[in-house]
């Protein structure tokens, strides 16, 4: 069965960082792409980054262009996600995703695993 595990959540001021950490196991995902997204409490879940099987392609929402970056090492089957200079409106509980092709992807619907999610609290 794969399993994704979020970790590295947390409580930080505003300005300051975090990286999240995104474990797989159960099956091996050095040919699946990944993804980060997020949902705020009343919002939508929102596409915050995406990363291909390669690493060689990254994409972020604009919203957190600049100041977040993905990154994986598909030899401990881990994505991160390190965010900088973090703003209130990053709040949310960030959750990472895999799916079955080797493509970065933005939409949620291209994902095929979900980990269980991990709160960013940002406080201003």
């Known amino acids: 069965q794969a399993q994704l595990v979020e970790s590295g959540g947390g409580l930080v001021q505003a300005g300051g960082s975090l990286r999240l950490s995104c474990a797989a196991s159960g099956r091996t995902f050095g040919n699946s792409a990944m993804g980060w997204f997020r949902q705020a409490p009343g919002n939508e879940r929102e596409f915050v980054g995406t990363?291909?099987?390669?690493?060689?392609?990254?994409i972020y929402a604009d919203s957190v262009k600049g100041r977040f970056t993905i990154s994986r090492d598909n030899v401990k089957n881990t994505v991160y996600l390190q965010m900088n200079s973090l703003k209130p409106e990053d709040t949310a509980v960030y959750y990472c995703?895999?799916?079955?092709?080797?493509?970065?992807?933005?939409?949620?619907?291209?994902?095929?695993?979900w980990g269980q999610g991990t709160q960013v609290t940002v406080s201003s």
């Open positions: 995703a895999a799916r079955r092709a080797a493509a970065a992807y933005t939409a949620s619907n291209g994902y095929d695993y």
């Open positions: 990363i291909s099987w390669s690493g060689g392609t990254t």
